[in-house]
């Protein structure tokens, strides 16, 4: 089992830029596919990008061009830098992690940060 703690949300105005962090310890992060999701109130959490173990990203429609995910496995970090931030982008964001391939299925990532909330103001 990882565990992970995100950091870097915050209050924004639309258009501007916020840099998330995931902090993983209890194992080397190389041997897990890594994920961010996000939860808006009285919605679903919903897949926003992945990046499998080799480094291969994925990422949600909505966010395309204007997120980027990575990860630093000798760190045990992974980010999530967003730009050109939208009102619909606020969201408590997660951090998940699973062992071998990504998924954009929640349900399939076992180990989650507490999550870091996001607020994008117009």
């Known amino acids: 089992q990882v565990q992970l703690v995100e950091s870097g949300g915050g209050p924004v105005q639309a258009g501007g830029s916020l840099s998330l962090s995931c902090a993983a310890s209890?194992?080397?992060?190389?041997?897990?596919?890594m994920a961010w999701f996000r939860q808006a109130p009285g919605k679903e959490r919903e897949f926003v990008a992945a990046?499998?173990?080799?480094?291969?990203?994925y990422y949600t429609d909505a966010v395309k061009g204007r997120f980027t995910i990575s990860r630093d496995n000798a760190k045990n970090m992974v980010y999530l830098q967003m730009n050109s931030l939208k009102p619909e982008d606020t969201a408590v964001y997660y951090c998940?992690?699973?062992?071998?391939?990504?998924?954009?299925?929640?349900?399939?990532?076992?180990?989650w940060g507490q999550g870091t909330q996001v607020t994008v103001s117009s």
């Open positions: 990046i499998s173990r080799y480094g291969l990203t």
């Open positions: 998940a992690a699973k062992s071998l391939s990504t998924s954009r299925a929640a349900n399939e990532y076992r180990d």
């Open positions: 209890g194992q080397p992060l190389s041997t897990y596919a």
